[in-house]
C-alpha cells in the first residue's frame, strides 16, 4: 500500500535536511543552552549548600552568641556589685580619712591660734610695757624737771625695788 | 495500541462508507477544517469539477503526499502553491507538475510521478509537500534553538532568568537533557543530550503541524513512514555505532546456561533490528490514526448529508463536538509521542552504553 512504502524522495530530503540542522544545533544550539543551564543549577545547588552552611554556622554563633551575652551579664552583675562594694568602701575610707584630716587641720588649728594668740599677746605685752616705760620716761622727765620730786622718786624706787627683792 | 485498534476499525468504515456515500462537492461546507472537503485529487488529469466525491479518497490525499501544496479553494478556483519536481533520469528534470506531460512524465493510480513511456518511477527528489513541510519545520526549528541559544550566548544565565523564547524552550530542552541523563548515566550522556533534543524538538513541532488545519501546517509528516523509519534508523545507528564491549558481549555471547548460547544472539539481534522497526511503526501509526480519526469526523457531516437537514444538523454537532474532543487529545498524543521517542532512544542508548561495574 501507497502508505507503508517509504517514498525515496522524502527519505533522501529527510535525511539531508534532519543531518544538517541536526549538524547545526549540535555544534551551536544545544550544548550551549544545556551547559549554561547545567552550570546555574550547578551555582544553585552550590548555593543552597552554602545557605545551609551559612544557617548551621549562624544557628552555633547564636547559641555561642547567647552564651557569650549570658558570661558577659553575670561579669557585669559582678563588678558592679564590686563596684558597690569598692564604692562603698572608698566613701567610707574617704569619710574617715577627711575626719581625721578635718580633726587634725582642727588641732593644727587651735595650736597655731594658741600660738597666735600667745604671740599676740606677747606682743601686746611688749608694747604695753614698751609704752609704759615710754610713758614712766615722760613721766619721769616731767616728774624730774622739779628738784624735789627726783629725790622723792629715787627714793621710792629703790624702796620700790626693795620691796620686789623681798617679794622675789 | 488503542490508537493502531481505532485506525484499523476505522479504514474498515471509511471503505465501506467511501463506496456507499458519495456527495455533491457543492454542499459540503466544514466547519472544522475549511479545506478538508473541498479537497480534490491534485493529479492534473482528474476533472477537478467532479460532482461525486469519495471520502476515503479525500481522507488518505490529506494523508498523503502530493506534487503541490493546496492551500483551500476560493470562488471555485484551487489556491495552492506549485512546487519544483525534480527527477533524475538520463540527467536532471525540473519542472511543475502541471506541465508533467510536456516533460514526458504521468501520474500512476498512487499519484506518483512515472516515465510516460516506460512506465517505470524514475529517481524522484521532487519538493512534495512534505518535503516542503519538512523544510519549514526544521528550519524553524533551527531558527529558534539558535534563537534561543543565542540568549544563553548574549546573557549571563548565572545572573538572570531566561526570557522570551528562551523561557520557553528551556524546560522542553532541559526535560530532554534530564531524561538523557537518567537513561544513559552521568558518565556520558552529554554525548547524546543533543541528538536526543533534537528528535524530541522535531518530532514535537511537525506533530503540532501536523494538527494545524492550515497553511503552513497540515502536512502529515510524523504520520510518515519515510520520516519516521529516517529518525527510528538515526537512533539505530546511534545506539549500534556507540554500542560498548558489554553490550555486543550481551547480543553474541550472553551469560546463560549452555542449551541458550545458540538461540540468545539470534533472538538479541533480531531484537536489535525490531527496535527501530517499533520506533518507526509506532510513531507512524499513532500520529496517522490521529489525522484519520479527525478526519473521519469532519467527514461524518457529508456521509449523513442524504438523509436530511435534521439529520445532518444533530450530526454535525456531533462531530464538531468529537473533533474537539480528537483534536484535545491529538494535542496530548502529538507530545506523548514525541516524548516517547525520545524517551525510548534514551534507554536503547543507555542499553549500550553500558559498563563493567
Redesign the interface.
Known amino acids: 500500500m501507497n502508505l507503508v512504502t517509504p517514498d525515496f524522495g522524502l527519505l533522501f530530503w529527510m535525511v539531508v535536511i534532519f543531518g544538517l540542522v541536526f549538524f547545526l544545533l549540535a555544534k551551536f544550539g544545544f550544548p550551549i543552552i544545556t551547559d549554561m543551564v547545567d552550570k546555574r543549577n550547578a551555582k544553585i545547588a552550590q548555593s543552597l549548600k552554602d545557605a545551609d552552611e551559612i544557617e548551621a554556622r549562624m544557628a552555633a554563633w547564636k547559641t555561642e552568641h547567647a552564651q557569650m551575652l549570658e558570661e558577659t551579664r553575670r561579669q557585669q552583675s559582678a563588678m558592679l556589685r564590686e563596684a558597690t562594694e569598692t564604692k562603698a568602701r572608698i566613701v567610707a575610707d574617704a569619710k574617715e580619712a577627711a575626719k581625721a584630716e578635718a580633726d587634725k587641720i582642727l588641732s593644727d588649728a587651735k595650736l597655731q591660734i594658741a600660738a597666735e594668740k600667745e604671740a599676740a599677746l606677747r606682743d601686746v605685752r611688749k608694747e604695753v610695757a614698751l609704752l609704759s616705760v615710754q610713758v614712766a620716761e615722760k613721766v619721769l622727765r616731767h616728774e624730774m624737771a622739779k628738784d624735789g620730786s627726783q629725790r622723792a622718786l629715787m627714793d621710792q624706787l629703790v624702796e620700790e625695788a626693795q620691796d620686789a627683792n623681798i617679794r622675789s | 495500541m488503542i490508537l493502531t485498534l481505532l485506525i484499523s476499525l476505522l479504514l474498515m468504515q471509511i471503505s465501506v462508507g467511501g463506496a456507499g456515500n458519495t456527495l455533491s462537492s457543492a454542499s459540503l461546507r466544514d466547519p472544522v477544517r475549511a479545506n478538508a472537503p473541498e479537497r480534490v485529487s491534485p493529479a492534473p488529469e482528474e476533472p477537478t469539477s467532479s460532482d461525486e466525491i469519495n471520502i476515503g479518497e479525500i481522507i ?1 490525499e490529506h ?3 502530493e506534487y503541490e501544496w493546496h492551500i483551500t479553494e476560493w470562488k471555485g478556483k484551487a489556491i495552492a502553491i506549485p512546487l519544483p519536481c ?1 527527477v533524475m533520469e538520463d540527467g536532471v528534470h525540473v519542472f511543475t507538475a502541471h506541465h508533467a506531460a510536456q516533460n514526458g512524465y504521468t501520474f500512476n493510480e ?1 499519484g ?1 510521478l512515472i516515465n510516460a513511456t516506460t512506465g517505470k518511477r524514475p ?6 509537500k ?2 516542503l513541510a ?2 519549514f519545520s ?2 524553524l ?2 531558527f529558534i ?2 534563537w ?2 543565542r540568549w ?2 548574549k546573557h549571563d ?2 545572573e538572570e532568568a531566561p526570557s522570551g523564547l ?1 523561557a520557553c ?2 524546560p522542553l ?2 526535560m530532554v ?1 534530564e531524561m538523557a541523563r537518567e537513561n544513559i548515566g552521568e558518565r556520558d550522556y ?1 554525548k547524546f ?3 536526543l ?2 528528535a524530541f524538538l ?1 518530532i514535537l513541532f511537525n506533530n503540532f503541524l501536523g494538527i494545524m488545519p492550515f497553511f503552513p501546517g497540515g502536512a502529515n509528516l510524523t504520520g ?4 519516521t ?3 527510528a534508523l ?1 537512533t539505530f545507528f546511534t545506539v549500534n555505532l556507540n554500542g560498548t564491549k558489554h553490550y555486543y558481549k550481551e547480543i553474541f555471547a550472553p551469560d546463560v546456561p549452555g542449551f541458550l548460547k545458540p538461540i540468545m544472539p539470534v533472538i538479541e539481534v533480531f531484537s536489535a533490528f525490531m527496535k527501530p522497526v517499533s520506533l518507526t511503526i509506532r510513531l507512524f501509526a499513532n500520529m ?1 490514526a490521529g489525522h484519520i480519526m479527525i478526519l473521519s469526523m469532519v467527514c461524518i457531516i457529508f456521509i449523513v448529508a442524504k438523509y436530511g437537514p435534521l439529520m445532518t444538523g444533530s450530526m454535525t454537532v456531533v462531530s464538531v463536538l468529537f473533533g474537539v474532543f480528537l483534536d484535545a487529545l491529538e494535542c496530548l498524543v502529538a507530545f506523548i509521542q514525541a516524548y516517547v521517542f525520545t524517551m525510548l532512544s534514551s534507554i536503547y542508548i543507555g542499553l549500550a552504553r553500558v559498563h563493567e561495574e
Open positions: 488518505f494523508i498523503g503526499d525534480i498512487n506518483k529517481i524522484d527528489l521532487s519538493i512534495t512534505n518535503v519538512l523544510m526544521t528550519f526549528l533551527l534553538v539558535l534561543t541559544a544563553y550566548r544565565a548565572l528562551a524552550m528551556e530542552i532541559m537533557h552529554r543530550s543533543p541528538y533534543c533534537m522535531w510518515n513512514i519515510a520520516i523509519l529516517v529518525l538515526c496517522l
